[in-house]
């Protein structure tokens, strides 16, 4: 079951546009992108999303759970595109210059959502609920590197 069909049936209705809270979750992202966190509104998401301004309440009853979510798409998002990167690399790779080319390409063709993941990170530092999400991601993105480095290197 989908978080789109979770919220449905909780409120005792099926969903007439199953995908409405991914796309609105997709269009909090690149406002963020645009705009930054704090002029982060329902409303601009909904005209980003091109859904009615209420579905972005209903879906999200304030704009702390729009960004976890939204926090949540971009950390799991850069963790798959950095495991399948790290998945095509030679084992014979010069991992830091593979590591920069990755940077660089991320920077430059995915500039938006890069952005995105900045801006959500740093905010993660000022609310300790989004703290979770940002070590979780930590953890995850570190993983890729830890069988292609020495033990010293991953060590705390």
């Given amino acids: ?6 919220v449905a049936n909780e409120r005792g209705r099926k969903p007439r546009d199953p995908g409405r809270r991914g796309r609105i ?10 705009h930054g966190v ?14 009615p301004l209420g579905s972005t309440t209903y879906y999200f009853t304030g704009l702390d759970q729009l ?16 495991r399948r990167w790290e998945q095509q690399l030679p084992a014979d790779a010069d991992l ?12 430059t063709e995915q500039r938006e959502r890069t952005i995105a993941e900045h801006n959500l990170y ?12 940002a070590a979780a991601w930590d953890d995850a993105f570190s993983q890729p590197f830890i ?9 705390p």
């Fill in 96 to 107: 830091p210059t593979a590591l920069a080319d990755f940077v660089v390409t991320s920077t």
């Fill in 1 to 6: 079951m989908t978080a789109d069909n979770v």
């Fill in 38 to 51: 704090e002029e982060l509104t329902h409303r601009k998401v909904a005209e980003a999303a091109d859904v």
């Fill in 122 to 133: 740093a905010v993660a530092l000022h609310r300790p609920h989004l703290r979770v999400i």
């Fill in 25 to 34: 979750v997709r269009a909090a992202i690149s406002v963020i992108a645009e």
């Fill in 67 to 82: 960004v976890e979510a939204a926090m949540d798409e971009v950390s799991q998002h850069s963790v798959a595109r950095l």
């Fill in 147 to 155: 069988a292609r480095t020495d033990p010293a290197c991953s060590a």
